[in-house]
């Protein structure tokens, strides 16, 4: 019996672009035949074609000196993909530090080639230690096809899309969607509300994790059409958790760094104004540290490249000297809420010295210490944590207590942080320790630009709207007045009920079709970012919780002063005028 999977028409021609083979392949399975399929790109355009940059490149930096902000003609006021919004008014007088991840924060990847190389070694991970069909290796992967802010639901092989009410706007199984009635049936209208949250859920809430969640989708996809060889008998989470579990290995191994470090500029954007920003903070007198999960060797090669430009034999320790503190092997989000022990790396050999160096003795249990400060290994105050020659000093691990004791703060609103991932840099040190918080959104750029080529048609959606809810309300007073035979002249009653609800279902489509358009036209799958439907994404609503300010590059800051004081703008309900 011979089965050829195909496109299912325009629509999901487009949407199983993501299950493409180099090749067909024709696999045997028990008495069947299936004949894969290659993409076929129907009348709605590929994501890889999609108008414009989904990751724009940082913005460059202008010539006239390091204090950008100062030039007031020429930046005041600041065009949109230039700003820094607000959720929560701050201060920067009253920050002491100011702390900067490194991946997707100081660092910008070219995801059409980094998270190309990371499918591909996940794969390669796959099939060598795992024990998955070669047939992996005709997978290709689109890196537009997915974006932040996604739930996987690992037990059901779905990705979804949910509003800040936790309500399932999208829902595709692998890269098929889910009908309306299947998506209410499971999500929706199915006894109590999911929190999506671990353990039976994923969140794609960082841009290291869109490979991987292209990859199980595919994985889906070969699962369910019983691709020869695959391992059938493994559920879809289990799916997952070894997906999960050949990406750590590519992170381990080196496999993915090694790459980096032989051509940075084929997977690193260049930023110049990275530079100018740690300049300016440490000139407004607040101490600068880095802490990211990188261990000391690649975050080595990544700094160089930021920097100076540098890799290879040229690189050198001279982009120690734009920092106060460096620490590598953080682990966070536990950096944040557990102690680790703590260690000093030496730059040039890339060896670990204990810091521990004869310290009296810590007494049993944290408790029986009166200061948390006195269990730190950490050298203590400004004037111990620089080499002699001016360069930050590096650790690998500690915690806060150990960077706290370094930087000579306290917790509270002393430090801002400055990440890319909302639970790994921003929930976790807002939570628990108060740190001010700046949330990196690379999408946001693009989002800003199309959100302005697209006002009119936002516009149009607001009339209709309400143009709708006015014609909605005439239409119920008249059906009541038919009901309830309150007139007498029912026969003109009726052409005016007509009449009023063909208005009603001709806006009401005019609306659906061009609310469609609008959000395809940021994404033809997920749409819009920051929304889901009318309502603020998931995305969004932890963006708002958790991220004091945001922006979609590190580099905006050179265009305010380090003293700037942020306002938020006057919260809203529905009733405000």
Not at 82 to 108: E, H, Q
Request: proline share 4%.
């Amino acid at each position: 019996m011979g089965i050829s999977i195909q496109g299912f028409g325009r629509k999901s021609d487009f949407m199983r672009a993501g299950y493409q083979l180099r090749r067909v392949v024709s696999i045997q399975n028990s008495s069947y035949r299936f004949s894969r399929f290659t993409s076929m790109i129907g009348a709605k355009r590929s994501v890889t074609e999609r108008e414009g940059e989904e990751f724009m490149p940082p913005p460059p930096r202008p010539e006239q000196g390091t204090s950008v902000w100062e030039i007031e003609s020429a930046y005041s006021p600041l065009e949109a993909p230039r700003r820094i919004f607000c959720n929560r008014s701050l201060n920067m007088g009253s920050i002491k530090a100011v702390g900067f991840d490194m991946d997707y924060t100081l660092a910008s990847y070219k995801p059409e080639t980094f998270e190309t190389l990371a499918h591909e070694q996940t794969v390669d991970k796959l099939v060598k230690h795992f024990g998955y069909p070669k047939a992996l290796y005709d997978l290709t992967f689109d890196y537009r096809y997915m974006t932040r802010g996604l739930v996987i639901d690992k037990e059901r092989g779905n990705v979804l899309k949910v509003d800040r009410h936790k309500y399932v706007k999208l829902a595709y199984h692998g890269f098929a969607p889910l009908s309306r009635e299947e998506r209410m049936d499971q999500y929706n209208t199915a006894g109590p509300q999911f929190d999506f949250e671990e353990p039976e859920f994923a969140l794609i809430d960082t841009l290291f994790s869109l490979a991987e969640a292209y990859l199980f989708m595919q994985l889906v996809e070969m699962k369910d059409a019983a691709v020869a060889g695959f391992p059938l008998e493994k559920s879809y989470s289990e799916l997952y958790r070894e997906v999960r579990g050949a990406v750590d290995l590519c992170h381990r191994d080196g496999s993915i760094k090694r790459e980096v470090a032989k051509t940075p500029q084929k997977y690193l954007y260049s930023d110049p104004g990275i530079v100018t920003v740690l300049n300016m903070i440490r000139e407004s007198g607040k101490k600068v540290f880095l802490a990211t999960n990188s261990l000391f060797d690649y975050t080595h090669v990544v700094m160089n490249w930021l920097i100076e430009q540098k890799s290879g034999k040229d690189r050198d320790e001279k982009w120690l000297s734009y920092f106060d503190v460096v620490v590598t092997g953080c682990g966070k989000p536990r950096f944040f809420t557990e102690r680790k022990d703590l260690f000093e790396v030496q730059p040039s050999t890339f060896t670990l010295l204990n810091t521990e160096g004869g310290s009296p003795m810590i007494p049993i249990g944290e408790d029986d210490l009166p200061s948390q400060l006195l269990g730190s290994t950490a050298p203590e105050g400004c004037d111990h944590i620089h080499a002699k020659d001016g360069r930050a000093r590096v650790f690998q691990g500690g915690s806060y207590i150990d960077l706290h004791k370094m930087l000579g703060v306290r917790p509270g609103g002393e430090v801002l942080y400055v990440g890319d991932h909302i639970y790994g840099d921003v929930l976790r040190s807002k939570k628990d320790l108060g740190w001010r918080t700046l949330l990196v959104i690379p999408e946001l750029e693009t989002e800003l630009h199309k959100m302005a080529s697209l006002q009119s048609q936002f516009e149009e959606l607001s009339r209709l709207r309400q143009q709708r809810s006015a014609i909605d309300d005439q239409l119920q007073r008249l059906e009541w007045k038919l009901e309830n035979g309150s007139t007498e002249d029912t026969a003109g009653l009726k052409y005016i009920t007509n009449n009023f609800r063909e208005q009603s279902d001709s806006i009401r489509a005019r609306h659906k079709q061009l609310l469609k358009e609008y959000h395809e036209a940021f994404h033809p799958i997920w749409g819009q970012l920051m929304k889901t439907g009318y309502k603020n994404s998931r995305y969004a609503h932890q963006t708002e919780r958790f991220a004091c300010i945001y922006t979609s590059h590190v580099s905006n800051l050179m265009f305010y002063s380090p003293m700037n004081k942020f306002k938020a703008r006057m919260d809203s309900m529905a009733h405000d005028m």
